[in-house]
């Protein structure tokens, strides 16, 4: 319980931090912060990649996993010790969306991964339990990431017009229940197309909470 209120809590002063920092967006501030913290978060990630099994880590597409991040730290770090000026600001929002394209399949490339390693080899539950950790670890990073890069690169990268309710990659105003709901017919479908059977979702709302049971 305590654990859950900590991850609240935590969630919680985020979502005020990129609230409120980006309504007083300032760029260069943005760009010092992310280039200490982007590499720090991508190298986590590939050491973590480091410690799967080797079955799992010579698979064909987690290899491409491991090499796309290893190219977008590459990347990143040149500017560890650029010049803050507007041409590199330029350079470093042109990277970030690079890195983000770039990125866009890793979801579907490390399931199948695991699907390339369960088609090989036997899995045993020890085994499956250990990728299944990892997995959440991985995807819950990817999203912190994909975060950093989709605020900077949406309040500063010219992709949003004036009148766009959002702030940044924010929405004040966001309808939670519905996003929940959209991604919950998403897996479903997926659940249903590969296992011909799937979960079913209850969302219990109070108080501008919620919960899922």
């Not at 987690?62 to 500017?79: D, G, K, Q």
């Not at 803050?84 to 579907?108: G, P």
Request: aromatic share 10%.
């Amino acid at each position: 319980m305590r654990m859950n209120r900590r991850k609240d809590l935590i969630n919680f002063v985020y979502s005020r931090f990129f609230l409120f920092s980006g309504l007083s967006a300032c760029e260069r501030k943005s760009f010092i912060f992310l280039r200490k913290e982007l590499p720090v978060r991508l190298a986590n990630i590939m050491k973590e990649i480091h410690l799967l099994p080797d079955n799992l880590l010579k698979t064909p597409s987690v290899v491409i996993v491991n090499n796309l991040y290893a190219t977008s730290f590459e990347e990143i770090i040149h500017f560890e010790k650029s010049e803050v000026n507007d041409s590199t600001l330029d350079k470093f929002c042109q990277a970030l969306i690079k890195i983000r394209n770039r990125h866009s399949d890793v979801v579907q490339t490390m399931s199948q991964g695991v699907l390339e390693l369960k088609d090989s080899y036997e899995v045993d539950v020890q085994t499956e339990n250990s990728i299944q950790y990892f997995l959440d670890r991985f995807f819950m990073s990817r999203i912190s990431i994909r975060m950093l890069i989709n605020q900077h690169t949406l309040l500063f990268g010219g992709l949003l017009n004036g009148h766009s309710r959002h702030i940044g990659c924010i929405d004040p105003s966001c309808d939670v229940i519905s996003v929940i709901k959209d991604a919950y017919e998403n897996a479903q479908f997926l659940c249903d197309q590969y296992y011909l059977a799937s979960p079913a979702i209850n969302v219990k709302q109070h108080n501008g909470k919620f919960e899922k049971c």
